[in-house]
């Protein structure tokens, strides 16, 4: 038992040591020294009980090891009651600066304390001091500060409860009163009361979970640390502690072996080997502990901003936003606003009622949009005085305002909620800064795509009207092709860029024929062969004429070889199905059905239902059957 015990407290002087050194690199906050002090004083309680409490360890190192411990209690709880009394703002304390009494009452009965110690108790886990009334005082003092630390606890719970939720402050009152009872329970063998002092073992879980508070809720500012830092602190840590441990038992082997150099020898082959394994662990085990949080909020935005490359709409963009704000941030309530009809109006939004979402609007010169535009930089809540534009915080329930900024424009507004627990900190404000230069590059890239293909379907329906002019029989054809291809293509899951592809496609899938004689395309009976082979060269055609405009490859194929068929028996190069491009092989089929079912000079439309039975008896001759059941089953006549 006593092994296991020494082994739990060198691992705890580690920990308070790394940990206090940290906290002085790496804290912003006051608070920080009063954690720091707490932290390096338990270190060197821990480390003072080590050796005490080793085996064999001789009288005259135990009373200096005793006097390491008592000096290193002698800052523990001065510097616990210094710490909460910050942690809640304790202003009476703090005002009057009484928590520097603690320090000096206690660092007072270090002398005597220390001095006075020149016999011990032998137990069989170790030394302990003989009873003195010096010990006595000193045991009432620290009662009291632990009293008077669980106290300010209680009476600040409801700050607290603000910044880590109820359940941590349930576990942080808990763990408080375990401290009171466990190191009472640790004074019990200095009156003589043979139980084992394992009080301040169980201390160790408390202030691992203070310090999960500290990193998590930000109790404390705390900077990221760098990677290199948290290797040396772990590997550090890890290779002090095997050596140790390695020393330790080696110690006690040497003894069960009359001195013999082999367990020293076997020891060292053991440590080599171990500790060459667990450099590959190390490095696993610092991202999981120090750098978990930081990595998935860089994935996040690496995801976010990888995904801008293929989103071509803003409404799909705006989702995508969402999305990401909601997977990172720990809130319930986040809204977007975009310029509609010369005002910033809420599109998407998540946590706010529908009336919120319809009523609320920024004009151009409304004093957010204003203060956004000029400081191009996050607004706060709480850095706001006026009381005015409190009022819209409170309106639309953010606390936050981040501005989309591309050049001096303001494309895009995003509001933010409270934290479900504590406040947003630096490195919140960081990766949202980073997240709005994402968003506005893809907010600019969305508008450009959009007025591009604006652009392009004005020169469409251009060309559209110019064939319906020549064309009576192509009104409305084209138009009705792109519906029932866009009705296929959603039943095969297309994406969003295809889909766009494929409407233009099937709108200029006749393009072509503006190259063939009015006389022709307006015949009411049939061709002749003639004939026929003039209108077969409308593809062609039609292909070349969107080359040379620069459409997309898959508008261009889909134009071109909209009439070749699965057997390869179609026209203009009698392709097969397996070399026909997907949109050429969907338009086919709507291009054939709408043909069908609508009236042509020389016949009569036929009805949807002998539509559907030629397609069915077209199917791996002139049709792809995949696309023909596609088709039937969007339509809902499939029997699949």
């Not at 502990?289 to 990595?295: D, G, L, S, V």
């Not at 009809?341 to 919120?356: A, C, P």
């Not at 079912?597 to 069915?616: C, D, G, I, K």
């Amino acid at each position: 038992m006593e092994y296991i015990y020494n082994l739990l407290q060198l691992f705890a002087f580690f920990f308070y040591l790394c940990l206090g050194l940290f906290m002085l690199q790496r804290g912003k906050d006051k608070s920080k020294y009063s954690f720091v002090i707490l932290c390096l004083g338990l270190s060197l309680f821990s480390f003072g009980h080590f050796n005490l409490f080793t085996p064999g360890m001789p009288e005259s190192m135990a009373l200096f090891w005793m006097r390491i411990s008592i000096i290193g209690l002698a800052f523990v709880l001065p510097g616990y009651l210094h710490f909460v009394a910050l942690l809640i703002g304790y202003t009476s304390l703090l005002k009057h600066k009484l928590y520097y009494w603690a320090y000096i009452v206690s660092a007072g009965f270090i002398l005597p304390l220390t001095l006075s110690h020149k016999s011990f108790q032998v137990y069989n886990w170790g030394y302990y001091p003989i009873f003195n009334p010096m010990v006595s005082i000193y045991h009432l003092f620290l009662l009291f500060l632990l009293a008077e630390t669980v106290y300010l606890l209680y009476s600040g719970s409801k700050k607290i409860r603000e910044k880590i939720g109820d359940k941590m402050l349930r576990y942080l009152m808990l763990g408080g009163i375990c401290t009171v009872i466990l190191v009472v329970f640790n004074m019990l063998p200095v009156y003589k009361i043979k139980v084992y002092p394992a009080g301040n073992i169980i201390v160790f879980p408390y202030v691992l979970f203070l310090s999960y508070l500290i990193l998590k809720y930000q109790l404390i500012p705390i900077t990221i640390i760098k990677k290199r830092e948290a290797y040396s602190i772990t590997a550090g840590f890890l290779m002090f502690l095997l050596v140790y441990g390695v020393l330790y038992i080696d110690y006690f082997l040497k003894i069960s072996w009359h001195n013999s150099l082999w367990p020293t020898i076997i020891l060292g082959l053991i440590m080599v080997m171990v500790f060459k394994s667990l450099h590959s662990r190390i490095n696993k085990i610092i991202d999981y502990i120090f750098f978990r949080k930081a990595y998935m909020h860089t994935l996040a935005l690496q995801d976010f901003t990888r995904s801008l490359s293929s989103t071509l709409t803003r409404e799909v963009l705006l989702h995508s936003m969402l999305g990401t704000l909601e997977r990172i941030l720990d809130t319930n309530i986040i809204f977007i606003m975009t310029i509609e009809d010369k005002h910033y109006k809420i599109i998407q939004s998540v946590g706010l009622d529908e009336k919120t979402v319809h009523s609320m609007s920024f004009s151009y010169s409304h004093p957010i949009v204003t203060i956004l535009k000029e400081e191009k930089a996050i607004l706060l809540l709480n850095e706001v005085s006026d009381e005015n534009l409190r009022r819209y915080f409170e309106k639309t329930q953010a606390v936050i305002f981040l501005p989309i900024i591309y050049q001096d424009s303001l494309p895009g507004i995003i509001g933010i909620g409270r934290k479900r627990c504590g406040d947003y900190n630096d490195n919140d404000l960081l990766w949202l800064s980073n997240f709005s230069l994402s968003a506005s590059l893809g907010m600019v890239n969305t508008g450009l795509y959009e007025e591009r293909t604006r652009h392009l379907y004005e020169g469409i329906k251009i060309l559209v009207q110019t064939l319906e002019a020549k064309d009576t029989y192509t009104h409305g054809h084209c138009e009705r092709v792109a519906d029932i291809s866009h009705l296929i293509g959603c039943q095969l899951n297309l994406s969003e860029t295809q889909l766009e592809d494929l409407k233009m496609a099937s709108i200029l899938h006749d393009i072509g024929k503006i190259g063939v004689s009015k006389q022709v395309l307006n015949k009411p009976g049939f061709l002749t062969q003639k004939e026929f082979m003039e209108i077969k060269e409308h593809p062609s055609i039609g292909g070349k004429i969107v080359e040379s405009i620069c459409f997309p490859a898959d508008v261009h194929n889909g134009i071109k070889l909209h009439h070749e068929r699965f057997d390869g028996k179609g026209y203009p190069e009698g392709r097969e199905n397996k070399d026909c491009p997907l949109i050429a092989r969907i338009i086919q089929v709507a291009d054939a059905y709408e043909a069908m079912t609508s009236n042509r000079p020389y016949r009569q439309a036929m009805t949807q239902e002998a539509a559907m039975e030629e397609l069915n008896r077209g199917k791996a001759k002139q049709f792809d059957p995949y696309i023909v059941e596609a088709f039937l089953k969007a339509t809902g006549e499939s029997d699949l």
